[in-house]
């Protein structure tokens, strides 16, 4: 397969940026978008270009660190998949690609394709935990939590963090991923205690990080590599209104 | 607590949610006293009249909603600059994948609303625009709603402008009226679909209420 | 031959050991402890959990990774469980079990002490994971699930879904996150370790690369904690993530520290197979898979029909007929050997024929694909989007790859290396698996190295040798960062014609033939030459493009694989010296009449501990002898 591909071009963050078109050949349906990436990078090498720079850790969807644009939408056409999971039989020969990184005000683009998504490390630092130190826990049996709720709370937990959400939100705001983590604990027993602090200072983080509000289009929950539902986002919301009510 | 409350964007969404239900119930009940005019000209100059007789009521219902509007218009305008701001640098390649025309559009669809209820109140409240219809009165000396509207109505270019304004009306609330139980916290995965297509459905209703009187003065069946 | 090294292992009965040990440790006094500085490099499991334990005990922690964010380590990526002898299941388990299976399943190259601790924290870590919010699975009465895993006859893995080591990381990463809110931990993610400190004799702080800015600074501190995980990415394929890799154990073995069994490394046989000379990496499928898949190959060579045209009577359930009473569930390093084996003989599946089926059809008739979507749901659906195929239908192809490294970094009983003040945990350090790792047993040993041990062992070393935390003007500092920053320049002026990606294929190739999953003596010699010449090449002719005071990926690449490159020849060289088979290591010459590996006790029951002796020149070998008096030596069987 052959594309033609159109990729943002920044030295650095104080750098304006461009796109740039490349042409890439030979490309087997089997590889990864990522792999294709290596591909255009070895060929920018041998030819004195300065590769790609673009975030990838693990390579297998759960690292969260893979965060393309593209064609628009964030880690591409296909659902529940990351970038690194999105393989090019996805695509017709002769397609042409448009990468871009993740664009938001909270998401400065450090490189090329990088961009810094400390912005929701701060998130949680605000409140995502529960606190306990180590050794004062309980049996962990001692503690019954139903087979329903411990689901539903794996469900939200599953966020990898990618930022895929605030990328593809028309908004870009971080509602999907907080409101999984805020989710997560609320729903669980252990969470309790800190529950109504919790949602209050990490709301209240995530706007001051820059990032849009929700408008309920739920474009986040249809790119979320881990189909995080947008009902964690009204369970949020509901958790917000309570916390502020009592 | 009310800073705090105002300030954050969860808060905010809750208010714009609030006064859209209220603006919502409104339009409801508007919809509905004005679909008395298939009722006759006699009930529907009643009901105007009833309506004018009771200002203590009217008065302040009238600066309660514009208070409700007021504040729905102020708290979007500004989450819609903030959701500006948060991507200063747009896509090059810009992609949609299930958010409906309708979300999209909710800010411009809103002033459009804004400036057709401005246009509304001239017309037939303040009876500015088209005062030769403004001033009848029906046999029993009441002031004749029935006749101004329908004499209105068979103005193609207002019928055009009340039909496309309840065009956007419906666009606007078929998004805003689905979201408020996601605003306010009531939605969940189960509800998600009756709330989306209870949210569709009333917009939808508005739309042929509001739009079946231009539309049927125009093919004369009202007269 | 050097002096034996000392474990300062605790004297008394085993199950005593910690509890005594504990008792001797010196504390450090509660008000003393926010004066002393610790720098953790590492962010996963053991890492982030050893950082939060040591920040809410008071002390003041600097943490690194390289990533972008500390919950990206690679911990994350950990599908199947962790063990605990809880004994919810009454199945018959105890800590003893454990101890014995872990002692057994490391074909007893381990250190009997540190297992049994391992054994008897296990439970201690589910209790803190639970109360951190860790979603475990659950039965419908509301207590915690079990399944079993990996060769284990009891049910003692707890999991969530297939995504355990993401939860538990999470847990940690939130249990960090706190202590960063609360000022006690200053996180330094985009940083990557260059070099390890020494001042007269003790590790006192590192030298890392900003990897935004490129620049170069030293931090020092009273303490150093390395948790930076395995170098399994020397063989290039693995199913490690892309950017993990040897050099901060590596430095620190430069620096003076023993680097101990580099030689066993641990080969999965449950990934999905090579699919052409692209590949980056290999994707894991969970070992739970073998609980219900039937591993099969067609019985005649060269056996080109679809899995379906092939009739029962014509496969070889490979794995049932050699292994009658595991079966399938035969250990990672038996189940490996096998595959290689069935493929060596040509009868291997896939365009490669390099694959071997791992077949639900039975389990899917037994409790419907309802009830297998249920419990691998999330791994069928990583393998259908990987391969394009449906598993539920056809047999997935499966591969052995190289998956996580026994050895590393030389510790004693308090997580020590042989440089006072270097502690290093998890998967970086050596000690609690022997020479073949149970599944399961990974994320209990770097949560067990976090929560319970180093938070203890490290206050024994504070209180013993007093604050001497240097500054980072001492001319060790300034030394080591000129050398850091020399080595960058080198880097990008060599200005040469192949990229680094090939230098590293080509040594993971290297590696992987003749140091893979099994190997022998012309094999390894073949490779102790070859490699210096490719490191010798890679240095005249790399061609990293781009400047140092940037972001550039190449350049952290290129140091990355420069490392490997020199510590590939200390992993030959141990593999070369170990004659013998035993767990992950299997020497040809070494094996029984049926094919097993044969151990020699006699002559290897030691831990070989190799000091640096300078680039290219045979490192020195300690030995920690290893003495089994609680499980008796024997012949793994799993026939």
């Not at chain 2, 000209?41 to 009249?49: H, Q």
């Not at chain 3, 985009?190 to 020494?198: C, H, K, P």
Request: proline share 4%.
């Amino acid at each position: 397969m052959n594309f033609r591909l159109k990729i943002w071009r920044q030295r650095s963050a104080e750098d304006r940026g461009r796109m740039a078109e490349y042409p890439v050949k030979d490309v087997s349906p089997d590889m990864s978008f990522l792999e294709m990436l290596d591909v255009l990078n070895e060929d920018l090498t041998q030819k004195g270009e300065e590769p790609l720079a673009f975030e990838h850790d693990c390579r297998e969807g759960i690292c969260g660190a893979c965060s393309l644009m593209i064609n628009g939408i964030a880690h591409g056409p296909e659902r529940a998949a990351t970038a690194c999971q999105l393989h090019m039989r996805h695509f017709k020969d002769g397609d042409t690609l448009t990468v871009e990184p993740w664009r938001a005000k909270a998401f400065p683009v450090l490189r090329d394709l990088v961009v810094d998504r400390s912005a929701l490390d701060r998130i949680v630092q605000a409140g995502g935990f529960i606190s306990v130190n180590t050794g004062s826990a309980p049996e962990a049996n001692g503690l019954l939590i139903s087979k329903e709720t411990s689901e539903k709370a794996m469900e939200a937990a599953a966020c990898i963090g990618c930022g895929a959400c605030v990328a593809s939100c028309k908004n870009a705001s971080a509602m999907l991923f907080t409101a999984a983590k805020v989710s997560h604990l609320a729903l669980l027993p252990q969470g309790q205690p800190e529950r109504a602090a919790r949602v209050k200072k990490m709301i209240a983080r995530m706007d001051e990080e820059g990032f849009g509000n929700c408008t309920n289009q739920y474009e986040c929950e249809a790119v979320c590599p881990k189909e995080i539902s947008v009902s964690f986002i009204a369970r949020m919301n509901r958790e917000y209104l309570k916390a502020q009510s009592t | 607590m009310c800073k705090e409350f105002l300030g954050s964007s969860v808060g905010r969404k809750a208010v714009v949610g609030v006064t859209g239900f209220i603006l919502f119930g409104f339009v409801v009940v508007h919809t509905l006293g004005n679909l008395q005019i298939f009722l006759g000209r006699d009930p529907l100059n009643a009901y105007a009249y009833k309506l004018q007789s009771l200002p203590w009521l009217l008065w302040p219902a009238r600066v309660f909603l514009l208070a409700v509007l007021l504040v729905h218009l102020w708290i979007s305008l500004w989450l819609a600059v903030e959701n500006r701001r948060a991507r200063p640098t747009p896509y090059v390649f810009k992609d949609t994948v299930q958010a409906t025309l309708a979300s999209r559009t909710m800010v411009m669809t809103g002033l459009i609303i804004l400036l057709f209820i401005v246009y509304h109140l001239l017309h037939f409240t303040f009876g500015a625009t088209n005062p030769e219809f403004f001033h009848l009165t029906d046999a029993k000396g009441r002031h004749d709603v029935y006749a101004m509207v329908v004499l209105s109505y068979r103005n193609y270019w207002i019928s055009g402008t009340y039909l496309l304004a309840m065009f956007f009306l419906c666009l606007h609330l078929s998004h805003g009226v689905s979201s408020i139980p996601q605003s306010l916290g009531w939605n969940d995965e189960r509800w998600d679909p009756l709330f989306k297509w209870a949210g569709r459905a009333a917009a939808l209703v508005i739309f042929m209420g509001n739009s079946s009187m231009p539309l049927a003065a125009v093919v004369g069946i009202l007269k | 031959m050097a002096e034996a090294l000392d474990a300062k292992t605790p004297s008394g009965p085993l199950e005593a050991k910690w509890d005594k040990r504990r008792f001797e440790l010196k504390l450090v006094n509660p008000a003393n402890k926010r004066k002393f500085e610790i720098i953790v490099v590492g962010t996963g499991l053991a890492g982030a959990s050893a950082a939060a334990s040591l920040a809410e005990l008071g002390y003041g922690v600097r943490v690194f990774c390289f990533q972008d964010s500390p919950r990206r380590a690679h911990s994350i990526a950990a599908q199947g469980g962790i063990n605990a002898a809880k004994n919810y299941q009454n199945d018959g388990d105890s800590v003893w079990r454990l101890f014995y299976d872990t002692v057994k399943g490391g074909d007893f190259r381990s250190r009997e002490a540190n297992v049994y601790r391992l054994a008897q924290i296990s439970s201690g870590i589910i209790d803190q994971c639970a109360a951190q919010g860790v979603p475990f699975a659950r039965e419908y009465g509301g207590h915690l699930a079990n399944r079993s895993f990996g060769g284990a006859q009891v049910s003692r893995t707890f999991y969530a879904q297939g995504q355990t080591g993401q939860q538990l990381l999470l847990g940690a990463y939130q249990a960090l996150c706190r202590q960063i809110a609360l000022g006690r931990v200053e996180m330094r993610p985009r940083a990557e370790m260059l070099d390890l400190v020494t001042v007269n004799g003790h590790a006192k702080g590192i030298v890392v690369r900003d990897l935004v800015t490129g620049k170069i600074v030293s931090y020092s501190a009273d303490a150093v904690v390395l948790a930076t995980g395995g170098y399994a990415n020397v063989f290039y394929l693995s199913t490690n993530a892309k950017g993990c890799n040897v050099t901060a154990i590596y430095r620190a073995y430069k620096k003076g520290a023993f680097f101990a069994n580099p030689c066993f490394t641990q080969i999965h046989p449950t990934c999905i197979p090579v699919t052409g000379e692209y590949q980056s990496k290999l994707t894991l499928m969970s070992e739970s898979l073998r609980n219900d898949g039937r591993v099969w190959v067609p019985r005649v060579k060269g056996d080109k029909r679809s899995p379906h045209e092939i009739p029962e009577a014509e496969r070889d359930y490979f794995l049932e007929r050699k292994y009658p009473s595991f079966g399938n569930l035969a250990p990672r390093d038996i189940a490996s050997r096998s595959a290689k084996e069935v493929c060596e003989e040509g009868k291997g599946v896939g365009k490669s024929g390099r694959g071997v089926y791992l077949d639900f059809a039975e389990a899917i008739r037994q409790v419907g694909a309802e009830g297998i979507r249920e419990r691998y749901g999330n791994l069928f659906d990583m393998y259908a989007k990987i391969t394009a195929e449906n598993p539920y239908q056809t047999p997935m192809r499966i591969y052995p790859a190289a998956h996580y490294t026994m050895g590393g970094l030389w510790v004693d009983y308090h997580l020590m290396s042989n440089l006072p003040g270097l502690f290093v945990i998890g998967e970086a350090n050596f000690s609690d698996h022997g020479a073949n790792r149970l599944g399961a047993s990974a994320l209990m040993q770097g949560l067990a190295d976090g929560y319970f041990i180093l938070p203890y062992t490290i206050g024994d070393y504070l209180a013993s040798t007093g604050k001497r935390k240097p500054e980072t003007d001492h001319p060790e500092f300034k030394k080591a960062e000129e050398e850091a920053g020399g080595r960058i320049r080198k880097l990008l002026a060599v200005k040469g014609k192949r990229t680094v990606d090939s230098f590293h294929r080509q040594l993971g190739a290297l590696m992987w033939e003749t140091c893979g999953m099994s190997r022998n003596e012309a094999g390894l010699k073949k490779a102790l030459q070859e490699i210096p010449v490719l490191r010798e090449e890679f240095w005249k002719n790399v061609k990293v493009l781009g400047e140092g005071a940037q972001l550039n990926q190449a350049l952290e690449h290129a140091g990355r694989a420069a490392d490997f490159l020199e510590f590939a020849e200390i992993l030959c060289h141990d593999a070369l010296h170990r004659r013998e088979s035993c767990g992950g290591h299997f020497r040809q010459e070494h094996q029984t009449a049926e094919g097993e590996a044969l151990r020699d006790d006699e002559n290897f029951c030691y831990a070989a501990a190799w000091e640096f002796q300078g680039i290219g020149r045979p490192p020195v070998l300690h030995q920690e002898p290893l003495a089994f008096e609680h499980v008796k030596l024997s012949q793994r069987s799993y026939r």
